[in-house]
């Protein structure tokens, strides 16, 4: 069964640097798209970004644009997220997706919080 296990997540300052991953299992993971998403506290979801299946293309929200890189290496199945910069308002819980269409996703990980905060 599909499986997506994101790790990396914890308190960092203002100023700081995070990577996350997201451990892909149960699906041909080069053969799709795939994103990051989050949510903070008493917010909706927010997508962050998206990396094409062979990574020929990335996109990025305009909040995180700039500080954030999305990686993925699929030999080994996993997704990554450089965040440099962080700020307060990029704390939430930092969620991988398995992008299917634009605005679709069809399976999610458990999520990875991020706190920044001095």
């Known amino acids: 069964q599909v499986q997506l296990v994101e790790s990396g997540g914890g308190l960092a300052q203002p100023g700081g640097s995070l990577r996350l991953s997201c451990a892909a299992s149960g699906f041909t993971f080069s053969s799709y798209a795939m994103s990051w998403a989050r949510q903070a506290p008493g917010k909706g979801l927010e997508w962050v970004s998206d990396?094409?299946?062979?990574?020929?293309?990335?996109y990025y929200a305009d909040s995180v644009k700039g500080r954030f890189t999305i990686s993925r290496d699929n030999a080994k199945t996993t997704l990554s997220l450089q965040m440099n910069s962080l700020k307060p308002e990029d704390t939430a819980l930092y969620y991988c997706?398995?992008?299917?269409?634009?605005?679709?996703?069809?399976?999610w990980g458990q999520g990875t919080q991020v706190t920044v905060s001095s």
């Open positions: 997706a398995r992008r299917v269409s634009r605005w679709s996703y069809d399976y």
């Open positions: 990396m094409y299946n062979d990574g020929s293309n990335t």
